[in-house]
């Protein structure tokens, strides 16, 4: 079983409509969460960061952690076109003196049609 | 903002020639990563440095090196190319403590 589980997706709305994405983990040490979008063909590009158990906000993006479910959520609200990419969680147990490795989840692809 | 470059978006090699993928990051971080990405496989860690000249494998490291001799630059070596090596390559750069990397665009490598 993989360290952290995402479904593949692929994720279709409409446009406007609220996407909802998350990934479950196994690892009861990590404690710092990343949510990256990736476009085709392009390098992830980091989202959102979050530590710990909480919500955060920044714009149209909600990152949730629930750490006693060992559960992790992005929600996208008034979701656009532009958004169509492939979500990215990755998370990591702490910060070390050097070299913080990640966990990465496969992806899900989010297609948000107008 | 932070800028991590890597030398070629797509490079077609063929089996058995000696690969070097450079990337480059101008935010003076102290470490820098390689991954290689498949379908159904996600990212996987080849290897990381967190210093001049220190080096570290990762998950999957057979059949790679890697090079570290400025702080900025980072290179993965593919001694002898195999098609099993036909991936996309994508780099990461990060404060030495810090988790968040910050990803290059990544080079799309076919050994034929």
């Known amino acids: 079983q993989k360290e952290v589980e995402q479904d593949p997706g692929p994720l279709s709305v409409p446009e406007g409509a609220i996407v909802s994405l998350n990934c479950t983990y196994s690892?009861?040490?990590?404690?710092?969460f990343m949510w990256y979008r990736q476009y085709s063909r392009k390098g992830p590009e980091l989202l959102m960061y979050?530590?710990?158990?909480g919500n955060k906000e920044d714009g149209r993006f909600t990152a949730q952690v629930d750490k006693s479910s060992k559960y992790i959520s992005l929600f996208i609200r008034d979701s656009q076109p532009s958004d169509s990419a492939t979500y990215l969680c990755a998370m990591s147990p702490g910060r070390k003196a050097a070299g913080n490795k990640l966990t990465f989840g496969g992806g899900t692809r989010v297609l948000v049609k107008p | 903002d932070v800028k991590v470059t890597q030398s070629s978006r797509y490079l077609v090699k063929r089996t058995g020639e000696k690969v070097f993928l450079e990337c480059v990051q101008d935010m003076d971080h102290e470490n820098m990563f390689w991954y290689r990405q498949d379908p159904g496989l996600g990212l996987r860690l080849i290897y990381f440095s967190y210093d001049v000249k220190m080096k570290e494998k990762g998950d999957i490291p057979e059949g790679y090196s890697v090079s570290r001799e400025k702080k900025e630059r980072f290179s993965l070596i593919l001694e002898s190319a195999s098609t099993n090596q036909t991936s996309m390559y994508l780099c990461a750069s990060s404060f030495l403590s810090h988790n968040e990397q910050f990803f290059g665009p990544g080079t799309r490598l076919t050994v034929l």
């Open positions: 690892n009861s040490a990590f404690q710092y």
């Open positions: 979050t530590y710990s158990s």
